[in-house]
């Protein structure tokens, strides 16, 4: 952990557009541990601003399934791009870009010290890496496919995408209705797996990066024991009141992970607080891994990795 802390401030003294980036698996602490580095640079003289880098933290009404971060946990630090759309409206990799690089622009003009902090892989990627995304569409196209969809609720397009694009695929539910028909979109405009749609172009900021991670066994009890505690916090009357503006199943921001399983179990008027909690913890212990996958072999990132003990330190992961 000091030698990261070391590390940044050499890298601070000799950069002139730094951006700090600080990302890892869900449930890892990314949170807690930016808010207080960034503390730490207030006090020693640096105006650091975090800027989110979680695409469902986007979304206004969506807390407590997020586990977005209130008021008195910011701790004073300014944050940015929080609560910033509609449920309703989709988001794209090209929006967060030119959204989360206007910020960055902006705060590295006013002298501040900007910090990126996030675990949805492809919006990191497409600031840290300089990703390109695609985002040519066309309407008759994306109609044709929603309707092929519409027929059996997705199951015959997801198929076709795993078959085409099984990377893609797997990180997609067939009940994600807009990203099964994007991603269908893509390989049909041009000619190219979703998941090949990663052409980089050099960032244009000095990039330093902190991993944050747990234990892999100490991860999946905390991924269950936040679960828990969303439940007990209210996240079944979050989404209760989500119905009850009039978003739904075809609401992009509702087909979000343990949403959804929560809108359908309310929908089918019989719920089991237990099976809930059980399917959103396997889905997230799930996407953890692929967040860890992601991110492995990539010796950019300086790991800071908590033990059993909850002790930082500089251990190798297991990527298991």
Known sequence: MENVKTALHSYLEHVKKPLIVVLGPTASGKTSFSVELAKELQQEGGKPEIINGDSRQLYRYFDIGTAKITQEEMKGIPHHLFSVLDPAEPVSIAWYQKEAMKLIDEI???GGLPVLV???MLYIASIIDGLVPVDRSDPDLRKKLEEEYDRDEGHTQWNRLQEM???????????NKVYV??????????GKKKSQQRDRTTPPYDIFIIGIDQDREVLKKRIIERTKKMFEQGWMDEVKSLMERGYDETTPAMQSHGYREIMEAIQSGSIDHDALIDVISKNSIAYAKRQ??????DERIRWVVFSRSGEPGLAARSDS
């Open 108 to 110: 590295l003009a006013r």
């Open 118 to 120: 996030g675990g949805s």
């Open 165 to 175: 694009d099984p990377e893609s695929a797997e990180n997609i539910p067939h009940e």
């Open 181 to 190: 028909v994007r991603a269908l979109e893509i390989i049909e405009l041009t």
């Open 292 to 297: 860890r996958t992601w991110w492995k072999g």
